[in-house]
């Protein structure tokens, strides 16, 4: 397996005096998933270490861009040179920064620029690696044509007259990995990294498969690629992985899978973090933790109060968010164990009450009205008080001023009987004695939902009775939603845990940034990250970060650690649960990316102990 050593990654100093290194990937200025926290967090920690001598490439789309990215007109260093010399060659080339922390050199490559040399690169590609490509699938051409812009780039950077230093090109993910056969095909001079955060094939045959993992040995990749219509993108992938001098993964489970679906061992592992920098809040993550919460209590009590109330002091907040993959990112067992917990809180008398957010992106037609008007009845009844509040204080202070008998009078009497009037109207047209819905969005695919299906299949419903509430967000938190006016990093802070217990996740960003946040989280064994906090983290698992272990277990005893967990969690004090969230935010440097680089030194050392042919 993959070399994780830490003492041996420890150890590593790579020459940057005498090297320049370029980062590929597709979410360069183009934010589309997770590699794009993966390589924007990554920023500062690289210019750190390599300054000027660092530079990112990724592909030109305008409408992403234009948000991200600054050109510059100082072309003085050999990434500029090369810039100015793949434009005389005719190519639409933007050499800039980044706006982001660290402020990298950027170069973004338009692919629609040489679509119409489609025919060539797709035709070397066959001829050359036996890689077919459909004529109508509109990101491979994408995909092809920036690979041979990116090819021309590094190409143009390796001449003797534009820099006479090592050149180290580091490709994330099979978007741009093309360029990778024909950089060996034509002995390029320079040094090739190739990291698969997730094998392509992986992901659909673990959404496929209840028993992935031990299918894993006897999968015949080729039969399954054509069989999900995806052999060009997998042998695109499987190209860049032979091909590169080093080839990398970022958690040994993810290693596990490029054995066999990939024919490759990872020669090393490069775990994801963040550059925690961003997310601390000092002594403040108390305070900022309890002024978002009461801000998901005003969503709570519309939704929740015009049917029946409950203690909001007695409420705990817990949550799941991701790519909706109902089986990989554990939304099944999420829900299984939820509905045990309901039960067991029940029969235990426990009068708390848990609010379970399911926040993921599915296709909706519109925002439940009935949810909007709660909200907005909400708001009406807050400014009713806000004035009959107002209106009590003059008169309550006149009263006091001038009072003979110190006694508190009657605070109804100084109320005006058209706000009496407006207080009662808006308040029994507010009222219901219809269930609050577990869904707050009319869904498109409402009848086959498989969230849905499993709320009311068990009677996970809302009911009165029940000590777990659900709140099924199918569209992605942010400050301009109408049900929550806040982004995700705000929710995130507001909650007491994230909850992802999934099956398949080659690393795992959501419970990462849960800890950046000082909020507890649930992982498990199959993903990169829970691996990681297992093998590297050893006795600090217990502290907020739990791992459910699913590897070779049943659903069933995933389902039962999970609630076992949530049930221990609810009985928790508020002292308990303050002292856990300081506990996870103390935890959270080991992810920093200060720390995690070293993994991405040994890789480079590596590849510059490769012969370049």
Not at 150 to 173: G, R
Not at 425 to 447: A, E, F, G
């Amino acid at each position: 397996m993959a070399e994780t050593s830490n003492n041996n990654a420890n150890a590593v100093k790579v020459n940057t005096s005498n090297s320049l290194l370029t980062e590929l990937a597709w979410e360069v200025c183009n934010q589309v998933g997770g590699i794009y926290t993966v390589i924007r967090s990554k920023v500062p920690s690289m210019i750190q270490t390599w300054g000027d001598c660092y530079c990112l490439i990724g592909p030109y789309f305008h409408h992403n861009a234009q948000a991200e990215f600054e050109p510059t007109d100082d072309y003085s260093g050999p990434f500029g040179q090369a810039v100015l010399k793949m434009r005389n060659m005719g190519f639409e080339v933007h050499y800039g920064h980044w706006l982001v922390t660290g402020n990298p050199l950027v170069v973004l490559l338009n692919p629609y620029s040489v679509y119409d040399r489609l025919g060539e690169i797709k035709y070397n590609l066959w001829h050359h690696h036996h890689i077919p490509t459909p004529g109508h699938d509109d990101l491979l051409n994408q995909v092809e044509a920036f690979g041979f812009l990116a090819k021309t780039f590094l190409q143009q950077l390796v001449q003797p007259d534009v820099t006479d230093k090592n050149v180290i090109a580091h490709f994330h993910e099979w978007m741009v990995g093309p360029a990778i056969p024909e950089l060996r095909r034509e002995r390029t001079n320079l040094r090739i990294i190739f990291t698969t955060h997730a094998t392509l094939l992986g992901r659909y045959l673990a959404m496929n498969d209840p028993s992935f993992y031990d299918n894993l040995t006897s999968v015949n990749w080729l039969q399954e690629a054509i069989h999900f219509n995806i052999e060009t993108a997998v042998k695109l992938e499987r190209a860049a992985a032979h091909g590169a001098h080093i080839f990398s993964t970022v958690s040994d489970v993810t290693a596990r899978e490029c054995m066999f679906l990939l024919e490759r061992i990872p020669d090393v592992i490069l775990p994801n973090g963040l550059n925690i920098q961003r997310f601390i809040a000092l002594h403040e993550h108390q305070n900022l933790h309890q002024k978002y919460k009461d801000k998901i209590h005003q969503f709570v009590m519309a939704h929740f109060f015009q049917s029946y109330p409950f203690d909001l002091d007695q409420t705990l907040y817990f949550f799941t968010s991701g790519r909706y993959e109902y089986r990989n990112k554990g939304f099944d067992v999420t829900l299984e164990a939820l509905a045990r917990l309901n039960y067991r809180m029940q029969q235990a008398g426990i009068k708390k009450t848990v609010v379970m957010f399911f926040i993921t992106k599915q296709p909706y037609h519109s925002v439940h009205p009935g949810v909007l008007q709660s909200r907005v009845m909400m708001e009406e009844i807050r400014e009713t008080c806000v004035a009959i509040q107002k209106e009590i204080g003059k008169k309550l202070f006149y009263a006091a001023a001038s009072s003979t008998d110190f006694k508190l009078p009657s605070l109804r009497e100084f109320v005006d009987d058209y706000w009496q009037l407006r207080y009662r109207r808006t308040l029994q047209s507010w009222k219901t004695h219809n269930l609050p819905s577990v869904v707050t969005h009319n869904l498109i695919n409402d009848s086959t939902d498989e969230i849905l299906h499993f709320l009311r299949s068990s009677n996970l419903v809302n009911n009165a009775h029940d000590r777990v509430k659900i709140v099924y967000h199918p569209d992605f938190v942010s400050v301009t939603n109408p049900l929550f006016a806040m982004d995700y990093g705000q929710f995130v802070r507001g909650c007491h845990m994230g909850v992802f217990p999934s099956y398949y996740e080659p690393w795992g960003y959501t419970p990462l940034e849960c800890i950046a946040r000082g909020v507890p989280a649930v992982t498990s064994d199959l993903s990169g990250f829970g691996d990681y906090v297992m093998g590297k983290m050893e006795g600090k698992a217990g502290k907020g970060i739990f791992v459910v272990k699913r590897r070779n277990r049943s659903f069933d005893d995933a389902a039962n650690q999970l609630a076992d967990y949530l049930f221990e969690y609810v009985q928790y004090s508020q002292r308990d649960r303050i002292a856990l969230r300081n506990q996870v935010e103390s935890s959270s440097e080991e992810f920093d990316w200060k720390n995690l680089t070293r993994y991405y030194n040994k890789a480079y050392q590596l590849a510059m102990e490769k012969p370049v042919y």
